[in-house]
């Protein structure tokens, strides 16, 4: 069931009856993984988000909606500004599946590879956005494990290279690619594991594109959102992922010239892509006046926890793998499903990033 054919009529009733609340207004928002609507009522607009699992998070790398559903309430007393959970609905016979109604989250977010607002668009403003994107990081880091167990899986980094390494199998036997760069990196993270691990829990996919800033300025996060992939893990694999994201001036541009020359025909816009991912990070702000570097983010993430960011090309390395990983699985998933994929540039481009951090080009 699309969007757009919800049973909006049964929602209003169900919002009646469970809730006590009387819908004004309902917006069908974006969404992939989850078809969201957003459900104003006569005491506030945009009061509550209704989220529905769609068949694309039938996947082994997101929890179901249920567990995600815990995972709020098990927020909901800490500082993190997650989405409150209201209700779990699990009769299928109001939406055509079960789902999970939340607070609205004021906000807006920044996808990866969009501008910053206009309004963020300073030199104070934009350090201000990676100050607020990295205290929230540390923030979610920061919270008792306990109310988790039970919730949220627990992965080791080894294991969760081992499950990485088995998704990269399946997605290039589909795809037909070959990514000795990625195969190598594996290799490299099962020789540098460090000695001991912290678990701690992690949001799986935190990024600008699954927060909320709010309105005015300075920068402010007033949402943490979409957690189908929390997981108790080490949390210093999820920093790298932010790390992965930036660019500080100076960084190589590995592999640039060789995917112009190999796909500028074919795919001139995502070739075009990739160079501005090259220029200034995935985030387009990185490297911008006034954005804090790569270490400027590492030792405010320090200085917020009690974890210290030693072995830091492990975690980076590890970062970049699962992020590569879940991007080759995309692009075989096109392949398979017999559609057009302009992916292989900015595949090759991660591969060649990943390889770099391994050998130490891309410092901290």
Same mark, same amino acid.
């Given at each position: ?63 179901? &909606? ?70 929230? &990081? ?86 943490? &959102? ?12 999820? &920093? ?125």
């Amino acid at each position: 069931m699309t969007a757009d054919a919800l049973p909006l009529a049964d929602l209003e009733t169900y919002f009646a009856d469970e809730l006590g609340e009387r819908v004004t207004d309902t917006e069908v928002l974006d969404g992939a993984l989850n078809t969201m609507v957003a459900v104003s009522t006569e005491s506030t607009e945009h009061a509550y988000v209704v989220r529905r699992a769609s068949e694309m998070r039938d996947s082994d790398l997101f929890v179901g &909606l249920d567990r995600e559903y815990r995972v709020l309430s098990a927020l909901a007393d800490t500082d993190v500004p997650a989405p409150e959970p209201v209700a779990y609905c699990e009769d299928a016979s109001v939406l055509g599946d079960p789902f999970a109604v939340t607070t609205y989250r004021e906000g807006e977010p920044v996808p990866v590879g969009s501008p910053l607002p206009e309004r963020f668009q300073t030199p104070a403003n934009r350090r201000a956005v990676g100050e607020a994107l990295v205290d929230t &990081l540390a923030d979610v880091h920061s919270v008792p494990t306990e109310p988790f167990e039970g919730v949220c899986e627990r992965y080791e980094p080894l294991e969760q290279v081992e499950r990485f390494a088995d998704r990269l199998d399946r997605a290039t036997d589909a795809s037909g690619r070959d990514v000795p760069e990625l195969r190598r990196a594996a290799d490299w993270l099962r020789e540098h594991a460090p000695p001991e691990h912290e678990t701690r829990l992690t949001h799986g996919d935190f990024k600008s594109g699954n927060v909320c800033f709010g309105p005015g300025t300075p920068p402010e996060i007033t949402g943490v &959102l979409d957690w189908e992939t929390a997981t108790l893990a080490e949390p210093r694999t999820e &920093l790298g992922y932010l790390l992965f994201y930036w660019r500080d001036d100076g960084d190589p541009t590995p592999g640039l010239d060789a995917i112009r020359d190999r796909y500028g025909d074919d795919y001139p816009e995502a070739v075009a892509e990739v160079a501005e991912a090259a220029e200034h990070g995935f985030y387009r702000y990185a490297n911008r006046p006034g954005s804090p570097s790569r270490r400027e983010l590492v030792e405010r993430y320090e200085a917020q926890t009690d974890l210290s960011f030693d072995h830091e090309r492990f975690y980076r390395t590890h970062a970049a793998l699962g992020l590569a990983t879940v991007w080759e699985d995309i692009h075989a998933r096109r392949v398979a499903a017999g559609e057009d994929s302009d992916w292989e540039p900015l595949l090759d481009y991660t591969a060649a990033v990943t390889r770099s951090i391994v050998d130490g080009e891309f410092a901290l």
